[in-house]
C-alpha cells in the first residue's frame, strides 16, 4: 500500500460499510478519465458488487464472476467499456460464495490485475479487514482509505490498517525465515500479556534486540506502506480534523506514516445523483462533491 | 464570526483611537467609558476580548476593573495603563492577564488580540481532537 507512482494500481477501501467507497471510486474513475488516464475501475466488492449502478449501467455482459468461474480466460476480456473517455469497468461478480473464492483463484486474479494494461487501475474494495480485502490492498501502490467523520468509522481504518501491517509483516518475516521476529509478533498480537509490544515501535525495538538486521529491514518494508486518507462527508471542520486524529493513532501505535489527509464535503448533490443512476461528476460536475473529487485525481495522478 | 472586543477607558479620546484602530483591523468593537457599569456591558456583549484602559481612572474604579477581572473566565483580558497601575493587575487571585503599558500602541493591541485569539482557538480545536483521540484509544484498547 505504498504510494509509487511508476506503479498503476489504486485501491479504495472503506473498512466501515457505507462510507461512500464505490461512489467515490466510480467518480474518481470519471475523473481521471477526463485527465487524459487509460483508466479501468475494478469492482472486488465480490457478493455485493454496486459500481456499474453507480456508473448507470444496468450490467454488463461479461463480470469478475466469468473470470473467477473459469468461463473467461483473461480478466482483460471482462473489461466492459463506457461512454466517458478511455474508460473501462469491470463488473463484479455475484455468483453465490464468489466473496470466499480459493487461495489459487485469488492468486490468479492478483497476476491478472497486475497485468492490466491501464494507465490506472482502480479497485472498489469490500468492506472490512477479511484476508481477501487486505491482500487485494497490499498489490495497490496506492491505498485510498475512506472514513467517515463517526467514531465506527474511525475504528475500522484504524482496524484495517492494523490487520494489514500484521499480514504484511507476517510474509515479510515468513518469507525471509525470521522465526524469531515472527514469534515475536504472534506475540505483539496480544498486547495484554505483552504490554512492551503494544506499540510497532515497542515490537521493533525488541525485535532489535533479536536480530537488528532483520528488525531494520522489516521496519524498512513498513515504512513504505502510506496511505492515504479521504475523510467523507465533512460538514464542519471539526469534521476535518479527524483525519489528522486517525493519522496521530497510526503514528503512534502502528508507526505508519500517512501520506496525505484528504477531505469531501457533504453535498446532497450525491443522493441526488445516485437516485438517478448518474455519476455525480456527470450530473453536477460543479458541485462541492465533484471539486473535491477532482482534487483528490490531480493529488493521486 | 469576527471577534468582539470591548474597550473599556474612563480617557474619550483614548478609547476612541483604540476603536477606530481595532475597528480598520476587522475587530468587531464596541467603546465604552461609563466604569463602574463595566460588569453589566460585558454580560450584556458577551465579548471574546476584553480591553481594560487604567488611564485616568479614579482608584474607586481601578478597584472596580481589577475586581471585574478577577470574575472573568473565558474572555481575553488586556489591561492598559502605567506599569505601576498595571502592577495592581496580578497577584495569586488574578488570572492571567495580558499587560501593555504606556504609551499607548492600538496597532499592538490589534496584534495582540488576533495572536491571543488565534491560539486560543487553536487550543479548543486540540481539545475536541484529544476527547476523540481518547475515546478512539479507549475503544481500540490501546490504553
Known amino acids: 500500500m505504498s504510494v509509487d507512482k511508476r506503479k498503476n494500481i489504486t485501491a479504495i477501501l472503506g473498512p466501515k460499510g457505507g462510507v461512500g467507497k464505490s461512489t467515490i471510486a466510480a467518480n474518481l474513475a470519471i475523473a481521471l478519465s477526463r485527465m487524459g488516464k487509460k483508466v479501468v475501475a475494478v469492482d472486488l466488492d465480490l457478493g455485493a458488487s454496486n459500481l456499474h449502478a453507480i456508473f448507470g449501467m444496468r450490467g454488463s455482459p461479461k463480470s469478475l464472476s466469468d ?5 473467461v480466460k483473461n480478466l482483460a476480456d471482462v473489461v466492459s467499456t463506457t461512454s466517458i473517455g478511455d474508460l473501462g469497468i469491470i463488473c463484479g461478480g455475484d455468483d453465490p460464495g464468489i ?3 480459493p487461495h489459487q483463484k485469488k492468486i490468479k486474479l492478483i497476476r491478472h490485475l497486475s497485468s492490466l494494461n491501464y494507465d490506472i487501475v482502480l479497485l472498489d474494495m469490500a468492506p472490512g479487514a477479511s484476508f481477501n480485502v487486505v491482500d487485494f490492498s497490499i498489490i495497490a501502490q496506492q491505498a485510498l482509505l475512506v472514513t467517515t467523520c463517526e467514531v465506527p468509522s474511525l475504528l475500522n481504518v484504524y482496524s484495517f490498517i492494523k490487520s494489514a501491517v500484521f499480514r504484511r509483516l507476517t510474509f515479510f518475516l515468513k518469507h525471509n525465515k525470521w522465526f524469531e521476529l515472527l514469534e515475536l509478533l504472534n506475540q505483539a498480537k496480544e498486547p495484554d500479556k505483552h504490554p512492551h509490544l503494544k506499540t510497532m515501535e515497542g515490537f521493533f525495538s525488541e525485535a532489535r534486540k533479536t536480530d537488528a538486521a532483520a528488525a531494520d529491514s522489516a521496519r524498512k518494508m513498513l515504512a513504505r506502506i502510506k496511505p492515504l486518507v479521504v475523510v467523507n462527508r465533512v460538514r464542519t471542520d471539526k469534521d476535518a ?3 489528522e486524529v486517525i493519522k496521530n493513532l497510526l503514528k503512534e501505535y502502528l508507526s505508519i506514516e500517512t501520506a496525505v489527509i484528504m477531505t469531501i464535503r457533504d453535498d446532497n448533490a450525491v443522493g441526488d445523483a445516485i437516485a438517478k443512476l448518474s455519476p455525480i461528476m456527470l450530473d453536477a460536475p460543479s458541485s462541492p462533491f465533484s471539486q473535491d473529487i477532482q482534487e483528490i485525481a490531480s493529488r493521486i495522478c | 464570526m469576527s471577534t468582539r472586543v470591548l474597550v473599556f477607558s474612563a480617557d ?6 483604540i476603536r477606530k484602530v481595532l475597528d480598520r483591523n476587522g475587530l468587531e468593537c464596541m467603546f465604552f467609558n461609563r466604569i463602574l457599569e463595566t460588569g453589566d456591558d460585558i454580560v450584556q456583549h458577551s465579548p471574546d476580548v476584553v480591553i481594560v484602559d487604567t488611564e485616568s481612572c479614579y482608584p474607586e474604579e481601578i478597584n472596580h476593573l481589577r475586581n471585574i477581572c478577577q470574575t472573568l473566565k473565558h474572555e481575553v483580558v488586556i489591561v492598559l495603563g502605567r506599569e505601576t497601575v498595571i502592577d ?7 488570572r492571567k492577564v495580558l499587560c501593555l503599558f504606556d504609551p499607548l500602541d492600538p496597532e499592538l493591541i490589534a496584534v495582540k488580540i488576533k495572536e491571543t485569539v488565534s491560539q486560543k482557538e487553536k487550543k479548543g480545536k486540540l481539545t475536541g481532537g484529544d476527547m476523540l483521540e481518547k475515546t478512539l484509544k479507549h475503544l481500540l484498547h490501546l490504553n
Open chain 1, 241 to 243: 480534523r479527524v483525519g
Open chain 1, 99 to 101: 466473496a470466499n473464492m
Open chain 2, 88 to 94: 495592581r493587575f496580578k497577584g495569586p487571585r488574578m
Open chain 1, 67 to 71: 473470470f473467477i468461474q473459469n468461463r
Open chain 2, 12 to 17: 474619550e479620546l483614548r478609547g476612541k483611537i
